[in-house]
């Protein structure tokens, strides 16, 4: 197994846990005790995890992954996800989307439609995350927006009043959202208050807005409310989801689309 991948796997047994044991980590992975002391030390040093007598726990009380080590997490689901979600968007349409790993596999399947292939442009793709903006820089069929702001690390997401000032002056078709969590209580909520209120601001701008979460963040919440489940006119999700779950939510008016 290389070091990323299992600083990769490191981490999400942490968030799931909360603490972490050397000699347990280091069995789970099928590497030396050694090898997992000198990950848990380089990633403490990073401030990803704090490092405690034979271990390690969270870094702090509410705890997010950077983006990069989330990419792997429920990977087929969210590759699945996005596709459904790219196929509900119209040639010429002007769509915003957030920052995540969710909504980056949503502008890598945008990217790869054929009928999207040229036009003036043929989208026009609004985003707040340097991230995409990198990714789809490059075809130059699209129009890409890019909000401004202070880019935040943890996210790629660009934040504060300079991406209030250029979202206040456009309309979107569509607000693409990829969540922490969706509730029909809280409705959709991130981590980052500031990163939360420049989605909710996308969703203001928009005719319509889909959330694409995968079925592990159904029935959940954060710390931060994005807006509120009524707002939201299509969540796509995948298979797992609780079928009482979907049942709510379509009640409340919200289309499901299942992949």
Not at 48 to 56: E, K, S
Not at 73 to 84: D, G, L, T, V, Y
Not at 89 to 111: D, F, N, Q, S, Y
Not at 176 to 193: C, I, N, R, Y
């Amino acid at each position: 197994m290389s070091r990323d991948a299992r600083w990769n796997t490191l981490l999400e047994l942490l968030v799931e846990r909360g603490r972490l044991d050397v000699e347990e980590a280091a069995a789970e992975l099928g590497v030396s005790a050694a090898t997992i002391r000198r990950d848990l030390d380089q990633l403490a040093e990073q401030q990803m995890l704090v490092r405690t007598r034979g271990g390690a726990v969270v870094h702090g009380v509410s705890y997010e992954l950077p983006l990069r080590y989330k990419t792997a997490r429920h990977a087929s689901e969210k590759q699945r996800i996005a596709k459904a979600v790219a196929d509900l968007v119209v040639p010429g349409e002007t769509v915003g989307l957030t920052g995540g790993t969710t909504t980056t596999e949503v502008a890598r399947a945008l990217a790869t439609r054929g009928d999207l292939g040229s036009g003036a442009p043929a989208l026009t793709v609004v985003t707040n995350a340097l991230n995409i903006a990198n990714e789809l820089a490059v075809r130059p069929q699209f129009k890409i927006v890019v909000t401004g702001g202070v880019a935040r690390a943890q996210s790629y997401e660009l934040i504060g009043p300079l991406a209030d000032g250029v979202l206040g002056q456009i309309t979107l078709d569509v607000a693409v959202l990829g969540v922490v969590a969706f509730d029909l209580l809280d409705g959709a909520t991130a981590h980052d208050e500031t990163e939360a209120a420049i989605n909710r601001l996308l969703c203001e701008r928009a005719e319509r807005v889909i959330v694409a979460a995968d079925s592990s963040k159904l029935g959940q919440r954060a710390f931060a409310r994005i807006c509120a489940a009524e707002t939201v006119g299509t969540l796509v999700t995948d298979t797992a989801a609780p079928p009482e779950t979907v049942r709510r939510f379509e009640e409340t008016g919200i289309t499901v689309v299942a992949v």
